[in-house]
């Protein structure tokens, strides 16, 4: 079976190319059928509807915490918050390594405005920011980030 909108055709996933949820829900499925629901009589704009937009590029956007309610009535609460933690652990995202601190932040942040406002040197400033990196251990990524700051 196949569902055509003003401007999409969509198909739904083979059975053997689905994604699954740990708890066996079908979120191909169900991406499918949001697709379907698309109207080809609404004006979607990019400001309020970009999941709607993507998906009529079969490009499903998961934003935690900011899942349109359209979207979650096809999928359920439950399967939203455990298809995000889902996608988290299997693609490794989310917080590891090296925190950066609000602390590098401001001194980065004040270096920055200085420099945009002529208070100081590009020069002078990379020097502060070279010299800061290298009170962090060798190679962590809060050095790599201040080091690549300071070379822009």
Known sequence: ????????????????????????????????????????????????????????????????????????????????????KQLVHDLGLGPRGDVFDNEEAGFIKNIIRDVSLEKVSRLASESKLLARALQFESGSSVQKAVSSIARL
Not at 15 to 37: E, I, K, P, T, W
């Open 1 to 84: 079976m196949t569902t055509t909108t003003a401007t999409a055709t969509f198909a739904p996933p083979p059975m053997n190319q689905r994604f699954r949820l740990s708890n066996g829900f079908d979120v191909s499925y169900a991406f499918y059928q949001f697709q379907c629901s698309l109207r080809h009589d609404v004006e979607f704009y990019m400001e309020t509807h970009v999941h709607h937009l993507l998906a009529m590029s079969s490009i499903f956007l998961v934003k935690p915490g900011r899942m349109r309610e359209d979207i979650v009535k096809f999928f359920g609460y439950a399967n939203v918050e455990l298809l995000e």
